[in-house]
């Protein structure tokens, strides 16, 4: 019988969150700087916790347009500090304007975000197949390679176990369950 993987709850943003984002390849350099920014935020705490947060996390960080968050200073980490719609972590914040100063940073020499993210995968989603919950890592070689390659750029809150959250939610790597009906081998979508 086929079933959502197991770390969905009954709440309906989770479960439209599993049927209809996670796992899907994401390839817009901008979508996956908002992806690895959320996922930071996530360090310590439940997916879904972020997750119910995301409207005011975009409404805080000016939707995650890089060039507006790379001109936030301490008096916008003050005020962020106080906006209770999202983490009130000073290292967390702060790392969302790090990343987008790094993540400019890289465009201005040229690099195309999303491809030099996806490079860490060959380019293509890695399919993996796993029957349960407890066979799923939570890092791999290539997460602690594309983590070491951040943090070599600047990025910060992109340890190898966040990198690979982030690689399974933006498709890079595709976990769902062989006994989910989002598994490449019963989605047809």
Known sequence: ?????????DDP???????????????DGRALFEKLCLDGQQAGLSWF???CKIPAYRAAFADFNPE????????????????????R??????SVITNARAYLRMQEQGIDFGHWLWD????????????TLNEVPTSTNESEAMARALKRRGFSFVGGTICYAFMQATGMVNDHLLSCP???IHDSS
């Open 1 to 9: 019988m086929l079933a959502r993987c197991g770390w969905v709850n």
């Open 13 to 27: 943003r989770y479960q439209a969150y599993h049927d209809r984002e996670w796992g899907v390849p994401e390839y």
């Open 49 to 51: 916790t972020i997750l």
């Open 68 to 87: 507006l968050i790379a001109t936030f200073g301490e008096q916008d980490v003050e005020r962020l500090m106080q906006d209770k719609g999202i983490v």
């Open 89 to 94: 972590n000073r290292l967390k914040i702060r």
């Open 120 to 131: 860490f995968v060959g380019g293509k989603p890695v399919i993996n197949r796993w029957p």
């Open 182 to 184: 989002r598994h490449p």
